[in-house]
């Protein structure tokens, strides 16, 4: 097993690629920290881990609110002792819009979900990484944050933003023994979309941005991710530092 005796907070963990994260790397010998702001799905992945034979703590909140994100990490520390690795994966969609049309209120709600709340949750792990010599964050990011033709402008800044966080945080505590790496997600059969009001999408903006999904190669499966996940968060990938990984099917090379 790849995770024995890690423990890892995954954010999003309730559904999607979080939740095959949180259910694989239990599998895999990891002490699971389950942050999930929707409870019924949260209660879920606690129960099917658990039923597995893993060991997860689920907490219920918001990452978007720095004292969730404080609950999330002490959660991790007070119930195993430590943390070796932080999952960012919570996120949300916008609507597509682009910035002509862009409301404050979806700017604040995908910036909150999409780059505060990874800034709030590095900001108290790396501390306690430092201190206890070492660990690893992941932040998934998007095909969004390295091109401009996959979502609106809420979306496509926030994921630029969090891969500029990645490379800083990298870069910064390499010599503590503190990794840092974003995985650029494309396309995955999940259920991100049900985070936004269809009846409030862009059909200009979508028509324009269609134009690249056509170059969409595969659809992952939330697994493909975890997969990958797993990998930067284990002792196998520790001289992997400030890397931006694609898991695309090849999107990006278009």
Not at 9 to 15: C, D, H, P, V
Not at 37 to 66: K, N, Q
Not at 132 to 157: F, K, L
């Amino acid at each position: 097993m790849r995770l024995v005796d890690k423990v890892v907070l995954i954010t999003g963990a309730g559904s999607g690629t979080g939740r095959a994260m949180a259910t694989l790397f239990a599998a895999e010998g990891a002490k699971v920290v389950a942050a999930e702001w929707h409870a019924d799905t949260l209660a879920g992945v606690v129960a099917e881990v658990t039923d597995s034979g893993g060991a997860i703590t689920g907490v219920h909140g918001d990452v978007s609110l720095e004292a969730d994100c404080i609950a999330m990490i002490d959660a991790a520390v007070q119930t195993y002792g430590r943390l070796d690795a932080l999952v960012n994966n919570a996120g949300v969609m916008d609507n597509n819009h682009g910035v002509g049309e862009l409301s404050n209120a979806m700017w604040e709600r995908v910036i909150g979900i999409n780059l505060n709340g990874p800034m709030y949750l590095s900001r108290l792990a790396v501390p306690r990484m430092v201190a206890q010599g070492g660990g690893s964050i992941v932040n998934v990011a998007s095909v969004a944050g390295v091109g401009g033709g996959a979502a609106g402008a809420a979306y496509t800044t926030s994921k630029h933003a969090l891969i500029g966080l990645t490379k800083n945080t990298a870069f910064r505590y390499a010599l503590d023994k503190v990794r840092c790496n974003a995985i650029i997600a494309g396309a995955i059969a999940t259920n991100i979309m049900d985070s936004v009001d269809q009846s409030k999408m862009d059909p200009q903006a979508s028509a324009r941005y269609q134009t690249w999904y056509g170059a969409i190669p595969a659809t992952l499966d939330p697994v493909d991710i975890a997969e990958l996940t797993l990998y930067l968060a284990s002792d196998a990938s520790r001289l992997i530092n400030g890397a931006l990984i694609a898991a695309d099917g090849g999107w990006t090379a278009a």
